[in-house]
């Protein structure tokens, strides 16, 4: 079982966060990472998400030493992510990494550090380096995030070259897959092999 979903919560003023915060906050023992609306809104999401479609009501989501959060006793696993406006969350029966990025420009210093040399050279050659360099970073953040290291992991122990225009294939030992939308790239990691049609765009019930 994989399931992923995004919301758009541009449309969440400053009152409906904090009526999210306060609704959610008990299922967190973390509370230092409902400070921000953009992660209050992610895991407002991901509330939403158990409690609607895998029927979960009462949770607690507790971290593990390497900062990757899980449900306390319960064997389902997700993972959350936000860029802009975007939040997304991943659901699966097995560990799963998911990672979304508005489009940014390329930037020649950071690849050279974070890519594999094969990668940085398809960059320097590409005729959409920004998409290109976007669609990579994803891939890198959500086997990092899927594996629990996270930037430490190292970006560039990854290469990704030979994938760089599929968006679903398996690589090492893990599948993924890659979304386009006119501004954002998201990619999914996940141990459970399946290819996705598109992720589910939900919107945020405040008052419920």
């Known amino acids: 079982m994989l399931e992923v979903y995004f ?28 400070k921000r609306k953009d992660s209050v809104c992610a895991k407002a999401m ?3 998400v ?22 306390v006793g319960d064997e389902i696993c997700f993972n959350l992510s936000h860029s802009d406006n975007i939040a997304l969350c991943s659901v699966s029966g097995d560990v799963v990494g998911c990672d979304v990025e508005k489009i940014r420009p390329y930037n020649p210093k ?4 974070f890519f594999t040399t094969e990668e940085f050279s398809l960059l320097e050659k590409s005729d959409n380096p920004d998409l290109l360099f976007t669609r990579l970073w994803t891939m890198k953040e959500s086997i990092l995030k899927c594996l629990g290291s996270g930037l430490s ?34 990619c999914v990691c996940s141990k459970v092999n399946e290819k996705l049609t598109c992720p589910v765009k939900i919107e945020i019930s405040v008052h419920k």
């Open 50 to 71: 158990l409690d609607e479609s895998f029927n979960i009501k009462s949770f607690v989501v507790d971290c593990e030493e390497d900062g990757k959060p899980y449900l």
């Open 110 to 113: 950071l690849a050279k550090r």
């Open 46 to 48: 991901l509330c939403q």
């Open 7 to 34: 919301c758009d919560f541009s449309v969440i003023n400053d009152s409906d966060c904090e009526r999210l915060r306060d609704k959610i906050a008990f299922h967190f023992n973390d509370k230092d990472s409902l």
């Open 153 to 186: 992991g190292g970006l560039s122990e990854y290469d990704f070259s030979p994938f760089i225009n599929k968006n679903y294939f398996m690589a090492h030992n893990l599948c993924f897959n890659v979304f386009e939308f006119p501004e954002y790239v998201i």
